[in-house]
């Protein structure tokens, strides 16, 4: 079945970079996008990026100039990298297939 | 980028009730608009998609309606087991955009 499981680190310094990790099973990367979503804690959701089946990137123009997404295809994995982490970069970050199936989520705290 | 007006932001029901919440999207989305549960401590699950469709293991006491700018997710019969927030989401156009979510309590 389909499944998306992130990982990296829980905490993370101000002005530092955060390395996230999305692991897929049940579905291939070159067919199907997967999104970047974050959630502050206690408020809503913001979608971050995108990549697209074919390679291509789409990203948020309030995060663009911070964020990069990148894939493995060999690994089933895809990866988000954000800089310049500041504290309203706390939450719990998404990756989604599409806009269907979702991970679990990993909480992600920056604080010195 | 699009913004979603979702209403109520905090509604309060009994069991049985018949729950209605609203999204109003800025600009025309077509059919392009999703409809998630959130339960706490849980990650998002969706409900209906493209405005009116069911997603699979979904009770048949969730509905959707609406194209264009006005959208609604209705809750036929409340039962406790929806206690959750309730989020709106365009996929119209990029980015992507959420409403702000309708936080749904029994009364």
């Known amino acids: 079945q389909v499944q998306l499981k992130e990982s990296g680190p829980g905490l993370v310094q101000p002005s530092q970079t955060l390395s996230l990790t999305c692991t897929v099973s049940?579905?291939?990367?070159?067919?199907?996008?997967v999104h970047w979503v974050r959630q502050p804690p206690g408020k809503g959701l913001e979608w971050m990026g995108r990549?697209?089946?074919?390679?291509?990137?789409s990203y948020n123009s309030a995060l663009k100039s911070r964020l990069s997404i990148s894939r493995d295809t060999s690994k089933n994995q895809v990866f988000l990298k954000m800089n310049s982490l500041q504290t309203d970069d706390t939450g719990t970050y998404y990756c989604?297939?599409?806009?269907?199936?979702w991970g679990q989520g990993v909480m992600v705290t920056v604080s010195s | 980028d699009i913004q979603m007006t979702q209403s109520p932001s905090f509604l309060s029901a009994s069991v049985g009730d018949r729950v209605t919440i609203n999204c109003k999207a800025s600009q025309n989305i077509n059919r392009y608009l999703n409809w998630y549960q959130q339960k706490l401590g849980e990650a998002p699950k969706l409900l209906i998609y493209n405005a009116n469709s069911l997603q699979t293991g979904i009770p048949s006491r969730f509905s959707g309606s609406g194209s264009g700018t006005d959208f609604t997710l209705t809750i036929s019969s409340l039962q406790p087991e929806d206690v959750a927030t309730y989020f709106c989401?365009?996929?119209?156009?990029?980015?992507?955009?959420f409403g702000a979510g309708t936080k749904l309590e029994l009364k």
């Open positions: 049940g579905f291939s990367l070159t067919s199907y996008n």
């Open positions: 990549m697209r089946y074919n390679g291509d990137t």
């Open positions: 989401l365009q996929h119209n156009s990029w980015p992507y955009t």
């Open positions: 989604t297939r599409e806009v269907d199936y």
